[in-house]
Structure formats: structure tokens, C-alpha cells
């Protein structure tokens, strides 16, 4: 079983988070999903997180691919149009990145000074309010302590209310034994829909029609 931790920093004033709101509505938009992001309904969301940035194997700089550019740099403007209370965030990493390129770059200070300062001058250039670390599988004993490291020294600077440390929970799809017995912890017989059991926004709402 995988845990994944996200750390939200946001970067920009208007995208303090709320002592009230108890809970983050989040989405995540991937420029290759086919969904265009005027059609978002960032009315639903508190926060929506645009995927994904990678970091250069030479520089450990943060970067966006030439083919993302243009529909990053439009993602915020956007999206707040219909909801400016909306809190966006430029994630980094995701399950196709290579993550001995991550696991170099947080062992080493100049490359976690590279990383720090590149994302946090990307992110505001692009104008997201805030950055969001994805390392699925950060799984070795060095690789924990390191991350811990730049945790620490990524959020310097930033007041307390400005970082989230996040456990995401992923909804999946599931065909049931029996369809009657539909509580939590339900017998399956396997996933539904894909392979896996997830569904994109796109396929829940063809669904429901």
C-alpha cells in the first residue's frame, strides 16, 4: 500500500487557507486529459492543481515542458473567472517521473537551492497561488529523511497558515458481489470501468448522463 504526501505551499496572500474550512475540495487538471480548462466549474473546488512540472536531470531547476506552457500560463487566470476565491497550484512529480532524478536532488543542498528557488520564481511567474510536491514513491529510509530536509527548508520564510501537509483519499470504482450489500467494506469482485477502478471527471459525468 502507498501513502502519498502532498505538501501545498502557498506562495501568494490571497491563497491563505481558511481556519474554518475544514476540508479541501481538490482537483487535479492534466494538460494531456482532453479537458479544456474553460470547462472547468471551479465553483466546486477550493483548490484545483494543474499536472505536472518536472525537474531538469542537469540544473534540478524546476521546469514546464514547451508543449504545457500555453495552457499553464492561462490555468489561473481561468479558473478564477468563474470562482476567484479558487486556490491554484502547479504540481511537481506525478507517476511518470523519474524519481532517481528526485531522490539526487533532495540529497544534495545546491540541488535542493536550484529546485527551492526555480519553483517557487515558476509558480509566480505562471500565477499559481501555490506549489504541490507529488512523489508516490519515495519509499527508502534516505529518501524520507532528505525530503524531510526540503520540507524544512522549502517553507522557510512562509507563516505556518501557508503549508499544507495533505493525505490525499482517491475514489475508485468497484463492481460489488452483490449489488444490494452496497455499504462501506463491501465484498467486489474486481475494479469497474478501467482497470483500476479510477475515472477521470470527464467519464464520471458521462456516467451520471
Not at 487566470?77 to 468563474?82: A, D, I, M, V
Not at 545546491?110 to 501555490?130: H, N, P, Q, T, V
Request: net charge negative; proline share 4%; aromatic share 12%.
Amino acid at each position: 500500500m502507498k501513502i502519498i504526501l502532498l505538501l501545498l505551499l502557498i506562495l501568494q496572500s490571497n491563497g491563505a487557507i481558511s481556519a474554518a474550512q475544514s476540508w479541501m475540495r481538490a482537483s487535479y487538471w492534466f494538460s494531456g486529459s482532453g479537458f479544456r480548462i474553460s470547462d472547468i466549474n471551479s465553483s466546486l473546488f477550493t483548490h484545483i492543481i494543474c499536472a505536472f512540472g518536472d525537474i531538469n536531470s542537469v540544473t534540478y531547476e524546476l521546469n514546464i515542458s514547451s508543449s504545457d506552457q500555453k495552457y499553464f500560463s492561462v490555468v489561473s487566470s481561468t479558473l478564477k473567472q468563474r470562482n476567484p476565491s479558487v486556490v491554484t497550484l502547479l504540481s511537481i512529480g506525478g507517476e511518470r517521473s523519474n524519481y532517481s532524478i528526485y531522490s539526487t536532488m533532495v540529497s544534495q543542498p545546491s540541488s535542493r537551492k536550484s529546485f527551492i528557488e526555480s519553483s517557487m520564481d515558476l509558480a509566480r511567474s505562471y500565477g499559481f497561488d501555490g506549489l504541490d510536491f507529488s512523489w508516490p514513491s519515495a519509499s527508502t529510509a534516505a529518501d524520507a529523511d532528505n525530503i524531510g530536509i526540503l520540507f524544512n527548508e522549502w517553507s522557510g520564510g512562509l507563516p505556518a497558515e501557508k503549508i499544507v501537509l495533505v493525505l490525499p483519499f482517491y475514489g475508485y470504482a468497484w463492481t460489488l458481489k452483490d449489488p444490494k450489500a452496497d455499504g462501506i467494506g463491501a465484498p467486489a469482485t474486481g475494479s469497474a470501468f478501467t482497470p483500476e477502478g479510477d475515472m477521470t471527471y470527464m467519464a464520471v459525468k458521462d456516467f451520471i448522463r
